[in-house]
């Protein structure tokens, strides 16, 4: 069965602080992805991954790091957490190929004080 | 730039009846993608469509594609309350010519009432 797991459903942070969101994916996928939702914005993505060590920007990825060492672990890193950075954070993965669906994770939905 | 339009927004619906969802979107793409969402949870994959004519099914829920008008309908049949959720479609871009990232509509926040 296809997992997808986020280190935390819940955090509450200060502003200032370094955050580490992680995603650990089961399937062997090679593509990574982080996205946001917020209320009437949908999701927007972050980051995505391709391949162990390899990053490309998504939509807005101002205020946001990457980390991919492993291919089955993705990291989003908030290098100084602001309000603005509250929100619902959801990382997907997906088999490369045409066709192949992402699979979300459960999301971590993430204060900042 | 591709874009992603899904309407309505808000749709509340009674037992029974049917409706359709629409999902329009900007520049050609071989891929469109639906989604369900609980209130809290995170996204289930509902269905793929490939190619231009596709349709599934799937219980009360039937999807369709046409790529030259670049419209995807969601149907619903008969609706009964246990499909209340918020329904994204999705298509696939592209950055840097490559691995084909999706972008999502706004989402339909559908609610079925007796």
């Known amino acids: 069965d296809v997992k997808v797991t986020q280190s935390s459903r819940y955090l509450v942070k200060r502003t200032g602080e370094k955050v580490f969101l992680e995603c650990v994916q089961d399937m062997d996928h090679e593509n990574m992805f982080w996205y946001r939702q917020d209320p009437g914005l949908g999701l927007r993505l972050i980051y995505f991954?391709?391949?162990?060590?390899?990053?490309e920007k998504g939509d807005i990825p101002e205020g946001y790091s990457v980390s991919r060492e492993k291919k089955e672990r993705f990291s989003l890193i908030l290098e100084s957490a602001s309000t603005n950075q509250t929100s619902m954070y959801l990382c997907?993965?997906?088999?490369?190929?045409?066709?192949?669906?992402?699979?979300f994770g459960p999301g971590t939905r993430l204060l900042v004080l | 730039e591709l874009k992603v339009e899904q309407n309505p927004l808000f749709l509340s619906m009674q037992e029974g009846k049917n409706y359709t969802i629409y999902c329009n979107y900007s520049?050609?793409?071989?891929?469109l993608y639906w989604y369900r969402q609980d209130p809290g949870k995170s996204l289930e994959s509902l269905f793929v469509l490939l190619s231009n004519g596709a349709v599934k099914q799937e219980g009360r829920l039937m999807a369709s594609l046409d790529t030259k008008a670049r419209l995807s309908t969601l149907h619903i049949t008969a609706a009964v309350h246990d499909l209340s959720a918020t329904y994204f479609c999705?298509?696939?871009?592209?950055?840097?010519?490559?691995?084909?990232?999706?972008?999502f509509g706004k989402g339909t926040k559908l609610s079925v009432k007796p």
């Open positions: 991954s391709y391949d162990v060590k390899m990053k």
């Open positions: 999705a298509v696939r871009g592209y950055y840097g010519g490559s691995q084909g990232n999706l972008i």
């Open positions: 520049t050609t793409s071989d891929r």
């Open positions: 997907a993965s997906r088999a490369p190929g045409g066709g192949e669906t992402q699979y």
